[in-house]
């Protein structure tokens, strides 16, 4: 397979979705980068959260192919924000810029615990209608860091970097993991020092999800049973926390399956967002829903038929 960032997909990804810059915060140096593609009326789209080490170009193969079945997708990047609270209150002020009442969340890895976090931050004035949560944590004492979380401001990016990597895969993958791999390093090495230690420090402080407060939010549960950061416990947990949650495992997928197993991922998302269609918080186009539930049934059935998937 071709390296990812001179694949066709993703320069095709590049030259015909912009890269907007919005500032919601009196402070100037805070900016969201995103990609909004799709519908724009759709006003209860799907908004994609990276990991520590993404940058809103990671989901480039989910934006492509779920576009070219009517939703309205927004990959994003965080700005650089030091405490849960402010990412909150910043990430509510985008979607009132955006003028988006509520909205699907799928985070990936610290993009899940913040999807979690905002959810049940806005519970009372609910914003989230449903959450996709891949390879993700509750609580953020599983990373034995919580006591590192204020000092990770005074590290050099190398350090940070450095600290990144040691999460990462080791050992014998295949190509299309080894690819993503690559294309993650790629995406770290381009995050400053703050972008890196704020990311650092939310995915590390002290805190942990309050399910009581998001019971009512529709869950799917996205993990891989290959090598990943996560250990078998933290899974386990996200299991007790939402015992109503649809599972979607991956027989392999490492840390990173949004890029190396994207027809999967891109397959149970469809099918979470499937339970929408025809409300007022569906993400597609009404004129593409029937095009795209034959699809998806399709690739349902003879994915059942490949690997015993368990939704």
């Known amino acids: 397979m071709e390296e990812i960032k001179v694949s066709p997909d993703y320069n095709w990804f ?28 759709i006003r209860c789209p799907i908004i994609l959260f990276p990991p520590v080490s993404g940058t809103a170009e990671v989901f480039f193969q989910q934006v492509l192919a779920l576009t070219g079945w009517g939703y309205r ?17 910043g990430f509510r002020k985008l979607l009132d810029h955006l003028q988006l009442d509520k909205v699907h969340l799928f985070g990936a890895s610290l993009g899940g615990f913040l999807a979690q976090k905002f959810a049940e931050c806005t519970h009372k004035s609910p914003r989230v209608h449903s959450l996709m949560l891949c390879n993700s944590f509750s609580d953020t004492s599983i990373f034995n860091q919580t006591w590192t979380s204020n000092s990770f401001w005074l590290m050099p990016a190398f350090m940070l970097k450095k600290i990144v990597l040691g999460n990462f895969a080791k050992g014998p993958v295949d190509p299309k993991m080894a690819d993503a791999i690559d294309f993650m390093v790629d995406r770290l090495e381009s995050l400053n020092q ?33 090598q990943s950061a996560l250990s078998l416990e933290a899974k386990e947990e996200m299991y007790k926390l939402y015992p109503n949650a649809r599972r979607a495992h ?62």
Not at 18 to 26: Q, S
Not at 74 to 89: A, G, H, K, R, T
Request: net charge negative.
């Open 250 to 311: 991956l027989k392999t997928g490492g840390n990173f399956p949004y890029l190396c197993r994207s027809a999967e991922v891109n397959l149970y998302i469809q099918i979470h967002l499937r339970q929408f269609h025809g409300t007022r918080y569906a993400a597609i186009s009404p004129a593409m829903v029937s095009a795209e539930e034959l699809e998806v049934q399709e690739s349902h059935l003879s994915g059942n038929q490949d690997d015993g998937d368990d939704q």
């Open 73 to 89: 997708v927004i990959s994003l990047q965080y700005p650089v924000y030091w405490d849960l609270m402010e990412f909150c209150d």
């Open 14 to 41: 590049r030259s015909t979705v912009p890269l907007k810059r919005i500032i919601v915060d009196d402070d100037d140096s805070k900016v969201w980068s995103l990609y909004d593609a799709g519908p724009k009326s």
């Open 194 to 226: 703050s972008e890196l230690a704020s990311r650092l420090t939310l995915n590390c402080q002290n805190s942990y999800v309050e399910p009581h407060k998001i019971k009512d939010v529709a869950v799917t549960i996205i993990d891989v049973f290959d």
